[in-house]
């Protein structure tokens, strides 16, 4: 059309210049201010073309924009759906072998479509096969240990059959074959009767009686012992049983109690046991390092109408040897900040969550440990959905806790494992972090990949941290195994009446971590602590935690 206008006009100025010398100057000027208007109309037209050119440029500019957004979202998708599935699976997300194939594809029936490239991808995995020595039959059988009583059951032949069938005479003794058997007796009751003789003065009986007292016990009047107590705590708190099963189980060795009973002791013994929670709290305040960590955990509230509160266990171990875990109904800051006040310790090992902000905040002296098993769980879990680029991190990753298993096994102190650290580890995390700028930018911000290696960058101060000082670990996952059997009673048990029982629920478990971190019999030692408590005169509770008693727990055991 524009091409047409320019003909049209051209042809005009030469009609002009051909008569030329008949025309007016009116007439001049009517025919320039139409080739004018021309000209305008002419170029508006080319402008609206060029408009519309760039304006058509920019939409087709927004439609490769949303393919692109659309196929990294559909591509994000894919490898989120390949990890739940592995999730769904069961399978250990952070041990290195990876699924076979087929297994991903039970779910291929319910229209789930894995089509990123580096889910077709093969999976070869290669390992090298060493044939097992056969052992001789001795071997393969357990020794039963020594300290386990033994009730011997003697099998002899009858007498007639000591002689020798040929020559009559008796048949001498080589020796005795020995064959052992593990059994087991079940829980055997007893009643504790105490009789206490009553004496009065003939001539003054006005004196009144006289006669021993009672011993303090945990619940006074009450029918329980302490070791019923202590049993009562070790089927729930570390065998994981709910209350319910318990009085079954004692039911079937004639004692029948009622779950509220038993539910009342539990209390009371968290009651009489809150003396020692202070005095793990006043512990892990005066500790170098703490670790931190929380788990949901459900309790019904009364002011909820009976509905479950899903509130949280906050964990703290100071100097790996003293547990605290500590109910609320929330998972803010406040609880940490309140917990913590007061603290001297030195270092806060978290797995980076923002509630521990403000605590590091308020305590400008406490310094932030990151935890590597948190930045290697990410990668783990995005090699296991197919991406190859996370291998070279979890390679680097295993080096930094190879040096960590040399430091162990050779007990290292904490200054030759520092110095461990600076000549092993830092060139390690140093090529961690060059790795991580170099590839960041090839890796989508939602992606598996992507998440993994802004988590490390963006914990990257806290995560070097441990390589600073000897004493403190690689990761936070003392405090993690300690609250593993938090989850497991959770399944069992599934939510706690009250908050009350939450607390109790709480202490109990510290405990019994605290006994392992010590080393220590948790069911002996809970025995004895129940007996010891009600009548203890000491001045400092921190006397009756497990890592005082460790070594004085098999004589108590002996007392009546």
């Known amino acids: 059309m524009i091409t047409h206008k320019r003909s049209y006009l051209c042809g005009q100025m030469n009609d002009v210049l051909d008569n030329l010398e008949s025309l007016g100057a009116e007439d001049l ?32 500019r927004k439609a490769n924009d949303t393919i692109r957004i659309a196929t990294d979202t559909i591509r994000v998708a894919n490898l989120q759906i390949k990890l739940l599935l592995l999730k769904v699976l069961g399978i250990n997300l952070e041990r290195r072998k990876l699924p076979m194939p087929e297994m991903l594809d039970l779910f291929a029936g319910a229209g789930i479509e894995i089509t990123t490239e580096a889910a077709q991808q093969p999976v070869v995995v290669t390992k ?20 386990l009583p033994r009730v011997v059951k003697m099998l002899d032949v009858p007498e007639e059959e000591k002689v020798c069938s040929e020559t009559g005479k008796p048949l ?25 003789p009553q004496y009065v003065c003939v001539d003054h009986p006005e004196e009144g009686v006289c006669a021993m007292s009672l011993p303090n016990r945990i619940i006074p009047k009450g029918i329980a012992g302490e070791s019923l107590l202590a049993f009562i705590l070790t089927s729930k708190f570390i065998d994981h ?34 003396p020692l929670r202070l005095a793990l709290q006043r512990k892990i305040l005066e500790s170098r390092i703490v670790n931190a960590d929380e788990t949901t955990y459900k309790v019904i ?80 879990e995005t090699e296991k959905i197919g991406e190859s680029a996370a291998k070279p991190y979890l390679d680097l990753i295993a080096e930094l806790y190879a040096v960590e298993k040399e430091i162990r096994e050779k007990k290292f102190s904490a200054d030759d494992a520092l110095t461990l650290r600076e000549d092993k580890s830092l060139p390690i995390l140093a090529s961690l972090i060059a790795k991580a700028n170099h590839e960041k930018s090839s890796h989508l911000p939602k992606s598996p990949m992507g998440k993994a290696i802004a988590y490390m960058e963006n914990h990257w101060e806290a995560l070097i941290a441990y390589a ?50 010590c080393n220590v019999d948790p069911a002996k030692y809970l025995r004895n602590v129940l007996r010891i408590l009600p009548n203890f005169k000491g001045e400092d509770y921190a006397d009756l935690l497990p890592d005082v008693l460790a070594n004085t727990l098999d004589e108590l055991d002996k007392l009546p």
């Open 29 to 60: 000027r009517d025919i320039i201010r139409k080739i004018s208007d021309e000209l305008d109309r002419s170029n508006e037209a080319l402008f609206a073309s060029e408009n519309a050119r760039q304006s058509n440029d920019e939409k087709l």
């Open 241 to 274: 049983m709910p209350l319910e099963r318990i009085c079954t189980m004692l039911e079937r060795s004639g004692v029948t109690l009622s779950r509220k009973t038993v539910s009342d002791w539990v209390i009371s013994c968290g009651r009489s046991l809150e």
């Open 468 to 517: 600073t000082d000897g004493d403190v670990e690689i990761d936070n996952n003392i405090i993690e195994r300690a609250i593993r059997p938090v989850a497991l009673g959770r399944k069992n048990w599934l939510f706690s009446g009250s908050d009350t029982g939450a607390q109790t629920a709480a202490l109990v478990i510290s405990l019994v971590g605290t006994c392992k971190l």
């Open 301 to 380: 509230q009364n002011h909820n109408k009976g509905k479950p509160v899903n509130g949280y266990l906050w964990g703290f171990v100071g100097d790996r040897k003293y547990l605290l875990f500590e109910w609320n109904d929330g998972r803010s800051s406040s609880h940490p900040l309140a917990f913590l006040a007061g603290a001297s310790c030195e270092w806060l090992q978290t797995d980076a969550y923002s509630g521990y902000g403000p605590v590091l905040a308020a305590y400008p002296s406490m310094l932030a440990v990151g935890c590597w098993a948190h930045v290697r769980r990410k990668f783990a």
């Open 128 to 147: 090298e096969v060493k044939p097992r020595a056969k052992r001789k039959p001795e071997e393969n059988r357990q020794e039963l240990p020594a300290e």
């Open 172 to 196: 001498r003794l080589l020796g005795v074959a020995v064959t052992e058997m593990l059994e087991i007796e079940a829980p055997k009751f007893y009643v504790v009767r105490y009789e206490r």
